[in-house]
């Protein structure tokens, strides 16, 4: 029984860290496409987060394997980045807390199942993955 979890959790743990989730051109095929003003490019942002934010979160979630667990609005391992926005609006202090949560890992706030750390993540690009998914607010 043990060396059956055992081999269990070495298997999702492979599959999570699935080299496939790192293509730089796989894109959440639900980006949303919000109606924008005739002179603008891109999706309605909430106030505090730029294009800039947007695309560049976009592009490392992208190329991590953040969609492996994640997707905007399917259940698959963690929660839907739509459930993370709607309930963290985008102020400084929740793009930092949640950015920890990316670097650091954690469990309890969505359920039982851990997140996976990614110690080696800069600050700053966990900051731009948390600006993304909090720009998805419906």
């Known amino acids: 029984m043990k060396k059956s979890l055992i081999i269990l959790g070495m298997v999702a743990f492979i599959f999570a860290c699935n080299d496939s989730a790192n293509d730089a051109s796989k894109v959440p095929a639900d980006t949303p496409k919000t109606e924008t003003a005739s002179n603008d490019t891109g999706p309605k942002l ?3 987060i730029t294009k800039e934010d947007y695309d560049k979160g976009l592009n490392l979630i992208a190329q ?3 969609l492996t667990c994640h997707d905007i609005n399917k259940k698959i391992t963690g929660p839907t980045y739509a459930e993370v926005a ?3 609006p985008p102020t400084k202090e929740n793009i930092t807390l949640l950015a920890g949560k990316i670097i650091k890992g954690g469990s309890g706030v969505w359920g039982e199942t851990p997140m996976t ?3 080696d993540m800069p600050q700053e690009e966990a ?3 948390v600006k993304y998914v909090l720009s998805l607010k419906q």
């Open 46 to 48: 909430p106030e505090g």
């Open 64 to 66: 991590s394997d953040c």
């Open 86 to 88: 709607a309930r963290y």
């Open 117 to 119: 750390p990614h110690p």
């Open 127 to 129: 900051e731009a993955m």
